[in-house]
């Protein structure tokens, strides 16, 4: 059975930063894309940020690129979004998600497993 779990949201002022980590566990991820997505209230699902497991190659929404960055560790089956200079606006539930190699995916397109969420709140 596949979990993602997130982990690591809060509450934080304009300008610092959180650290948001998803354990990934039940089965093996090594040619999967690992994605952020995020939702704000009353708006649709967003794309945030994605990292392919194997090379590690990533690719970021213009909305966070140069302010978040994405990584995994291998060795914990974990992914990591760092997120520098919060913004108000970046406020939302921040969802892990899994992409496993299929016809027609895509780096914003086509996860399969999701995680629960993590709450971010950024106050100006």
């Known amino acids: 059975q596949v979990r993602l779990v997130e982990s690591g949201g809060g509450l934080v002022q304009a300008g610092g930063s959180l650290r948001l980590s998803c354990a990934a566990s039940?089965?093996?991820?090594?040619?999967?894309?690992m994605g952020w997505f995020r939702q704000a209230p009353g708006k649709e699902r967003e794309f945030v940020a994605a990292?392919?497991?194997?090379?590690?190659?990533?690719y970021y929404a213009d909305s966070v690129k140069g302010r978040f960055t994405i990584s995994r560790d291998s060795a914990e089956n974990t992914v990591h979004l760092q997120m520098n200079s919060l913004k108000a606006e970046d406020t939302a539930v921040y969802y892990c998600?899994?992409?496993?190699?299929?016809?027609?995916?895509?780096?914003?397109?086509?996860?399969?497993?999701w995680g629960q969420g993590t709450q971010v709140t950024v106050s100006s």
């Open positions: 998600a899994a992409n496993k190699p299929a016809p027609g995916r895509t780096w914003t397109w086509g996860y399969d497993y």
């Open positions: 039940g089965r093996t991820f090594n040619n999967d894309i």
């Open positions: 990292i392919k497991w194997s090379g590690g190659g990533t």
